[in-house]
């Protein structure tokens, strides 16, 4: 009778510690979250009124780390969040011709923490830069004639 006894407390007491609170991150695990914005805004940006970057939606994030890859996706306002195993982690940017301007290259994760990373990515948006004089020895109809050498 006894030894039913210590080996139900023995169970009880191990179903106790293996118990998580819901929202809690498994043993060996830690969650990497942030938000990722994207510059410029516009091809043209006024001086005096710079953008702080606009929310990038749908774009996937690859964390690799001893030949596995995970991968998450932003939300609609540029928030993420991935659960990943303790360790550390390279941080890319995939299917995207977007490039990582700032925000950390690699996360180091351990278990039970929160990592906050967050990145500003290049939008791609460029504004075409004409050639000053013209080279064209044909400029359009009513265009200045190129100077001569």
């Not at 710079?50 to 939606?57: F, Q």
């Not at 929160?114 to 004089?133: L, Q």
Request: with cysteine; charged share 15%.
């Amino acid at each position: 009778m006894r030894a039913v006894l210590v080996s139900v407390l023995v169970l009880l007491t191990a179903a106790c510690g293996a118990y998580r609170y819901p929202g809690q991150s498994p043993a060996g695990t830690g969650t990497v979250s942030g938000q990722v914005t994207a510059v410029p805004c516009s091809p043209v940006e006024v001086p005096d009124q710079p953008c702080a970057g606009r929310p990038v939606s749908g774009l996937e994030i690859d964390f690799s780390a001893g030949g596995i890859t995970i991968g998450t996706q932003t939300g609609p306002k540029g928030g993420y969040a991935v659960e990943l195993a303790a360790g550390t982690w390279k941080v890319s940017i995939n299917g995207s011709k977007m490039r990582i301007i700032s925000g950390p290259q690699a996360v180091t994760v351990e278990a039970g923490s929160r990592v906050v990373a967050n990145y500003v990515v290049d939008s791609g948006i460029r504004v075409p830069v004409s050639k000053e004089p013209s080279t064209n020895p044909h400029p359009p109809e009513g265009g200045p004639a190129p100077a001569a050498a």
